[in-house]
């Protein structure tokens, strides 16, 4: 089970990571936006406020995951890296919309394709942190 807070404990408002910055929202209440086949590990939590990037994987460690998890990233027991594999990814997505009746378009893989390289230097920034 993925649990997530939506609600800050001193109820301030939400600050939302966007690349390397966080913004505030103006917002007391947000829970965690999570991008398209994305896959969370039983157990996962996130904070308030998260941002899951596209094809992310995330496995945890049992603790609060990062705030910002980067489009085709893996958070493997506590540690961000980009071993995520863009075709082995999209074979996943096909699966799990295959069973819905749908399937990955080419423009959709294209688009996919796209944002992997559009945040390749968020990627780095974010694996890099201390």
């Known amino acids: 089970m993925?649990?997530?807070?939506d609600l800050k404990n001193d109820y301030s408002n939400v600050k939302f990571p966007l690349g390397t910055d966080f913004i505030s929202t103006g917002e007391k209440k947000i829970g965690c936006l999570?991008?398209?086949h994305a896959?969370?590990?039983?157990?996962?939590?996130?904070?308030t406020g998260s941002n899951i990037g596209v094809m992310s994987m995330v496995l945890p460690a049992g603790r609060l995951c990062p705030k910002h998890i980067p489009s085709f990233t893996r958070l493997w027991h506590g540690k961000l890296d980009d071993q995520v594999d863009f075709?082995?990814?999209c074979q996943t997505a096909n699966i799990a919309m295959s069973r819905r009746g749908q399937k990955l378009?080419?423009?959709?893989?294209?688009?996919l394709r796209s944002i992997?390289?559009?945040?390749?230097?968020?990627?780095e920034q974010a694996i890099n942190r201390p």
């Open 116 to 123: 992997c390289e559009q945040t390749a230097k968020e990627r």
């Open 34 to 36: 999570i991008g398209d």
């Open 39 to 47: 896959k969370t590990a039983i157990g996962t939590l996130f904070n």
């Open 87 to 89: 075709d082995a990814s």
């Open 2 to 5: 993925t649990s997530n807070s």
């Open 105 to 111: 378009t080419e423009s959709q893989i294209q688009l």
